[in-house]
């Protein structure tokens, strides 16, 4: 049965229902206004993006529209304990999909800095990475993904030390997650953005398409519970969120 359920706006939660086909140029053309407006009003503008296969076709729209990408700095939310340049890496996605054409001048902030292994411990990567993220400053927009299992940034339900992860008073910006069941499809260790870190954005932004994340969002909606940490992001009313729903 096709899930008829619509979030609607609330508090300091923006629902905004386009069509498939324009999602992705919509969404682009609204943050590269709040990055021109960031950079008009601080000289800079940072804007941390999430990896996966779901925000290629956003990257893609957003790297044509002309603003000064010289003084964007761009972040990651999370990233795989593997090296820039490998092909898994989050940082590697970034460059090859939103660094291009008007936005290749922009710089790129590493979550993991070293090309080549061995790796230091994913602990001393997430340290390292924490100490990146906040020289980088704050993001003036933050795009976060949902699996279908309710994970946002690599804050997954089953991560042993998710409950640090999403403490509120957390002072590190990233913490390592080591998962006793990775993903299948990218089996490593990761270093992810805090909840705090995330809400510390000046604005937030979740684009989601497709029935299963429809249903885990409708889960998701009334109440915060670590079986879903994106609820946690949708139920905290410190920094606003903007949901970007395909229809």
């Not at 704050?138 to 403490?167: E, I, K, R, Y």
């Amino acid at each position: 049965m096709t899930n008829t359920w619509q979030p609607e706006s609330r508090s300091t939660l923006t629902v905004h229902s386009v069509s498939a086909s324009e999602l992705n140029v919509r969404l682009a053309q609204d943050i590269a206004q709040r990055l021109a407006a960031a950079i008009q009003a601080r000289g800079f503008a940072v804007l941390s993006v999430s990896g996966g296969k779901s925000p290629v076709a956003f990257f893609q729209a957003l790297r044509v529209i002309d603003i000064d990408w010289s003084r964007v700095r761009i972040t990651l939310v999370d990233e795989r304990c593997v090296p820039r340049i490998h092909p898994d890496s989050n940082a590697l996605l970034v460059q090859t999909h939103l660094l291009q054409d008007l936005a290749a001048n922009a710089q790129l902030v590493f979550m993991v800095s070293s090309a080549t292994e061995p790796l230091d411990a994913p602990a001393a990567l997430a340290d390292a990475a924490s100490a990146a993220l906040t020289a980088a400053g704050t993001a003036d927009v933050l795009v976060l993904g949902m699996g279908a299992d309710g994970h946002t940034a690599s804050l997954f339900p089953q991560a042993p030390n998710l409950a640090d992860a999403l403490d509120l008073r957390n002072t590190h910006a990233c913490v390592a997650i080591e998962l006793a069941h990775p993903p299948a499809n990218a089996p490593y260790a990761r270093i992810t953005q805090t909840l705090a870190q995330i809400v510390s954005a000046r604005h937030i932004v979740l684009p989601l398409t497709g029935a299963d994340k429809l249903n885990t969002l409708q889960q998701a909606w009334p109440h915060a519970t670590p079986a879903l940490p994106i609820s946690f992001v949708l139920q905290q009313t410190q920094t606003p969120v903007a949901l970007w729903l395909a229809n």
